[in-house]
């Protein structure tokens, strides 16, 4: 099914229809019952990981806080039987404005790990923000990867492999790069600390590090041989404390793609990524997961869209859970809305397919959002009235 007019109308059918003949979804519709199915089927460790945050966790309710706190008042006979979901983001048409955050260590929750991810956001007409921390290659990613796909960059202690990962990203076919600034340093996790859980000190989630040619050179033995040795080198290497804006300014020296910085929160360093020439800004706090105590992603998206002007598009996550909630983002400046966790529970509860459906709910959501607030285009979004 293609994303066009009255796709949210279409998928309701598809469900009813289906119902009609004694057929029940495969997947849950409400986001807590996801969430829940989803943990059931996942090992301790792996619902840690993925749904846990830093400390206690407040900064993941303060995300929901302030997207809760938002209220769509709808404006009625507007003729809206029309609609189109369509944007252009860095010259690339998109049926709808979705892209699926970089999560990394997805074998832990599907075996075929981010090759369904690739699938699954194809059919569903979402860009796929390739994790640096993936379980497979970007190049096997990007080969099975029909639809459009950026890379995400932690930026680590080493200029040479920094180098080689975007190459590489640029070679397989990505159209953009990610620069997560956030996680220059991993955050107090109290789940994966409880289990003593780490899974890159396991050799998971470290694929993009294991199949780099620099990478490998300075090992000893291959990964395949020595995979301690591997996951030792990468917790030397993985990010870097001392990343700056003097530093974040060399990354025209290795990649001419567009760059965007991920894990903006403050309108002046939205204003800096503007100033220093980058392509576009991502508001974001990582999902909750880095620093406890932190303002919800919504409540700075203003302030950031503010200062940036509509010079460079500014994307939004955390907290995104349904497509009213993707309305709202939009609803506040955004041009384009990044999904995490819901997918990842689609994912592991049914592979590609769950990862395509848990997407597509979403984009019929906002479809029908759009209907009943009498929204045609993304542009009348950007109209509407939050209270």
């Excluded at 938002?70 to 983001?89: F, N």
């Excluded at 990007?142 to 890379?151: D, I, Q, R």
């Excluded at 397919?353 to 045609?376: F, P, Q, S, Y």
Aim: net charge negative; glycine share 10%; with cysteine.
């Amino acid at each position: 099914m293609s994303i066009g007019s009255g796709f949210g109308a279409m998928r309701q059918g598809e469900v009813y229809l289906r119902g009609v003949q004694g057929e029940r979804p495969d997947l849950p519709f409400t986001y807590a019952d996801l969430e829940a199915l989803a943990k059931r089927r996942m090992s301790p460790e792996a619902w840690a990981y993925i749904a846990g945050g830093a400390g206690r966790e407040t900064t993941i309710d303060a995300n929901r806080a302030a997207l809760d706190a938002a209220h769509i008042v709808p404006r009625m006979a507007i003729d809206a039987g029309s609609r189109d979901l369509s944007t252009t983001l860095l010259g690339r048409r998109m049926e709808a404005p979705f892209l699926t955050c970089p999560i990394g260590v997805t074998s832990m929750a599907h075996a075929e790990a981010d090759l369904a991810v690739a699938k699954g956001a194809a059919a569903a007409g979402a860009t796929m923000i390739i994790s640096n921390q993936a379980s497979r290659s970007i190049e096997d990613i990007c080969a099975t990867a029909s639809g459009p796909k950026w890379f995400q960059l932690y930026w680590g202690k080493s200029e040479d492999l920094v180098q080689s990962l975007m190459n590489r990203a640029k070679a397989a076919g990505c159209e953009a790069i990610v620069i997560t600034l956030d996680t220059t340093i991993l955050g107090w996790r109290c789940r994966d600390l409880d289990l003593g859980h780490l899974p890159f000190l396991k050799g998971d989630g470290i694929a993009q590090y294991t199949s780099d040619p620099w990478f490998r050179s300075q090992l000893a033995d291959p990964p395949e041989k020595n995979p301690f040795a591997a996951a030792a080198l990468f917790t030397q290497i993985f990010s870097d404390p001392s990343l700056s804006w003097e530093k974040l300014k060399t990354i025209r020296r290795y990649t001419d793609l567009p760059v965007l910085l991920k894990g903006i929160q403050h309108p002046e360093d939205a204003g800096l990524a503007v100033e220093h020439g980058f392509d576009g800004v991502v508001v974001s706090n990582h999902g909750g997961r880095q620093v406890d105590g932190a303002t919800g992603s919504f409540a700075q998206l203003d302030a950031c869209v503010e200062r940036v002007s509509g010079r460079i598009p500014v994307l939004f996550d955390s907290g995104v859970r349904t497509g009213a909630d993707a309305f709202k983002a939009l609803a506040r400046g955004a041009d384009a809305v990044c999904i995490g966790r819901p997918w990842v529970y689609g994912l592991a509860l049914k592979g590609a397919e769950g990862v395509e459906a848990v997407l597509k709910n979403i984009i019929a959501e906002l479809d029908l959002t759009m209907a009943l607030t009498g929204c045609r285009t993304l542009a009348d979004i950007r109209t509407a009235t939050l209270r």
